[in-house]
């Protein structure tokens, strides 16, 4: 069982920066690969990054690259997304996951709201 919880979004002006992080709970949280996910109105539930739970190789969608960071803290439990140039199109609500490595997502948070405003 793991329980995540997000935090740090809010509203940005376009150009701007923001830091997201997600909490976990349970005792084996290095075990677990972890991600990133937002969803968008009117829009499917897309990727924007994937740390692994070894090695900490990162993973980003390409409309990320460049501009968010994805990192982790195992003696924390805790996961964290660093947003820069933020662009409107940035704006949904942003799900942390975690899942074991070669398998799929098993837990989500509950999301937190990041609004670009232009």
């Known amino acids: 069982q793991v329980q995540l919880v997000e935090s740090g979004g809010g509203l940005v002006q376009a150009g701007g920066s923001l830091r997201l992080s997600c909490a976990a709970s349970?005792?084996?949280?290095?075990?677990?690969?972890m991600g990133w996910f937002r969803q968008a109105p009117g829009k499917e539930r897309e990727f924007v990054a994937h740390i692994t739970s070894s090695s900490s190789n990162t993973y980003y969608a390409d409309s990320v690259k460049g501009r968010f960071t994805i990192s982790r803290d195992n003696a924390k439990n805790t996961v964290a997304l660093q947003m820069k140039s933020l662009k409107p199109e940035d704006t949904a609500v942003y799900y942390c996951?975690?899942?074991?490595?070669?398998?799929?997502?098993?837990?989500w948070g509950q999301g937190t709201q990041v609004t670009v405003s232009s």
């Open positions: 996951a975690a899942g074991f490595p070669g398998n799929g997502w098993r837990y």
């Open positions: 349970g005792r084996t949280f290095s075990s677990y690969r």
